[in-house]
């Protein structure tokens, strides 16, 4: 089959597709070509939902700042009823969220996030922690770095009313650059020596990898949606500090200007790639690279799904992802807890 002939959009419903291209549309007229967005244009499409205390679908949320002079802040995600009583004991797992658009949009109060995460905490049964970080061009790299390292040392020691998690079972998740932002993250963490918190998994949902190379997918899928490589351009130059290209290691994690990370001790990562996301070459990088320096890491590939997907909840592959997720958190949770009961067998002789 020829080049042209290769499908660039996967068979969706028509009243998806119209949605999908309303939201690039979004995108684009956004995005001035001097490399700034409008944020007042943009406050137009992207809609935002208020934290509610009293249980919506099963789940409360609560707004918690950090740091008002940065607008560093979190929306905590607390399920209820979950049938066995955990979150009466404070035992809950817990997820450090971290939302996509590309470091220059969204938030955690963006719609499509907060349903998002209210559906991490109901399916999950878990604490979900989405953190609402500075977005570039007006605060570029390593901004968005900082203020996720900040929120992870602030709910390792704050008192946070309500609040009923396991802090040694805490995950780092997210999205597109959410995605980007949990393996540096992790890699800081491991350099921390945290009071309560401890890091036992990654997730990382289609996460925003590049560099100056053009892979096969990216050259093949020219017209998928969302992603596109002229978007992608426009938002590693918009996030990268000035001079930079797309090799500078924070987007090229194992390229030509690369840290080595074989003494750095991660958690097991998980990583989804969609069939249609221009980025997959990247990410199936990424967990090759992990393998290489002989971290845990797998992959689950969705043939037949596009870059942010999971924003569509009637698509069956959300459902899957779900599964996905929650098997690997069950599986890490059990390993640490024996972890836990040999350590403490250790410790009694």
């Given at each position: 089959?020829?080049?042209?002939?290769?499908?660039?959009?996967?068979?969706?419903?028509?009243?998806?597709?119209?949605?999908?291209?309303?939201?690039?549309?979004?995108?684009?007229?956004?995005?001035?070509s001097?490399?700034?967005?409008?944020?007042?244009?943009?406050?137009?499409?992207?809609?935002?939902?208020?934290?509610?205390k009293?249980?919506?679908?099963?789940?409360?949320?609560?707004?918690?700042?950090i740091?008002?002079?940065?607008?560093l802040?979190?929306?905590?995600?607390?399920?209820?009823?979950?049938?066995?009583?955990a979150?009466?004991v404070?035992?809950?797992?817990?997820?450090?969220?971290?939302?996509?658009?590309g470091?220059?949009?969204?938030?955690?109060?963006?719609?499509?996030?907060?349903?998002?995460?209210?559906?991490?905490?109901?399916?999950?049964?878990?604490?979900?922690?989405?953190?609402?970080?500075?977005?570039?061009?007006?605060?570029?790299y390593?901004?968005?770095?900082?203020?996720?390292f900040?929120?992870?040392?602030?709910?390792?020691?704050?008192?946070?009313?309500?609040?009923?998690?396991?802090?040694r079972?805490?995950?780092?998740?997210?999205?597109?650059?959410?995605?980007?932002?949990?393996h540096?993250l992790?890699?800081?963490?491991s350099?921390h020596d945290?009071?309560?918190?401890?890091?036992?998994?990654?997730?990382?949902?289609?996460?925003?990898?590049g560099?100056?190379?053009?892979?096969?997918?990216?050259?093949r899928?020219?017209?998928?949606p969302?992603?596109t490589?002229?978007?992608?351009?426009?938002?590693?130059?918009?996030?990268?500090?000035?001079?930079?290209?797309?090799?500078?290691?924070?987007?090229?994690?194992?390229?030509?200007?690369?840290?080595?990370?074989?003494?750095?001790?991660?958690?097991?990562?998980?990583?989804?790639?969609?069939?249609?996301?221009?980025?997959?070459?990247?990410?199936?990088?990424?967990?090759?690279?992990?393998?290489?320096?002989?971290?845990?890491?797998?992959?689950?590939?969705?043939?037949?799904?596009?870059?942010?997907?999971?924003?569509?909840?009637?698509?069956p592959?959300?459902?899957?992802?779900?599964?996905?997720?929650?098997?690997?958190?069950?599986?890490?949770?059990?390993?640490?807890e024996?972890?836990?009961?040999?350590?403490?067998?250790?410790?009694d002789?």
């Open positions: 089959m020829a080049q042209n002939d290769v499908p660039q959009w996967p068979d969706l419903p028509w009243k998806l597709n119209i949605s999908i291209s309303a939201f690039s549309f979004t995108f684009d007229v956004t995005r001035r001097n490399g700034t967005a409008n944020r007042f244009l943009m406050s137009f499409f992207d809609l935002r939902t208020s934290p509610s009293k249980p919506s679908n099963g789940v409360k949320t609560t707004d918690i700042t740091d008002k002079s940065r607008n802040w979190f929306r905590l995600y607390t399920p209820v009823n979950t049938g066995d009583g979150a009466a404070g035992n809950l797992p817990v997820i450090f969220f971290f939302h996509g658009g470091f220059v949009f969204m938030a955690p109060s963006s719609k499509p996030y907060d349903e998002f995460c209210y559906g991490l905490a109901r399916e999950l049964s878990a604490i979900v922690i989405s953190v609402n970080y500075r977005l570039a061009p007006e605060h570029r390593p901004s968005q770095y900082e203020d996720g900040d929120a992870l040392k602030f709910v390792d020691t704050a008192i946070i009313e309500g609040f009923s998690g396991n802090l079972q805490c995950f780092l998740a997210g999205d597109s650059a959410g995605g980007n932002l949990v540096h992790a890699v800081k963490a350099e945290f009071s309560n918190l401890k890091l036992i998994g990654n997730i990382l949902i289609q996460p925003f990898f560099g100056e190379e053009r892979t096969e997918s990216e050259l899928l020219t017209r998928a969302f992603v490589m002229e978007r992608s351009d426009w938002m590693w130059k918009a996030f990268l500090p000035e001079g930079s290209n797309r090799d500078h290691p924070a987007a090229n994690v194992f390229g030509p200007n690369s840290v080595d990370i074989s003494g750095v001790k991660l958690p097991a990562t998980i990583i989804f790639v969609g069939g249609f996301d221009p980025l997959q070459d990247w990410q199936k990088r990424y967990c090759d690279g992990l393998k290489k320096y002989g971290k845990e890491a797998s992959l689950v590939e969705f043939a037949k799904t596009f870059h942010s997907f999971y924003a569509f909840p009637e698509l592959e959300f459902s899957m992802l779900m599964k996905e997720m929650k098997d690997f958190m069950r599986k890490q949770v059990e390993s640490s024996g972890d836990g009961r040999s350590a403490s067998d250790m410790s002789r």
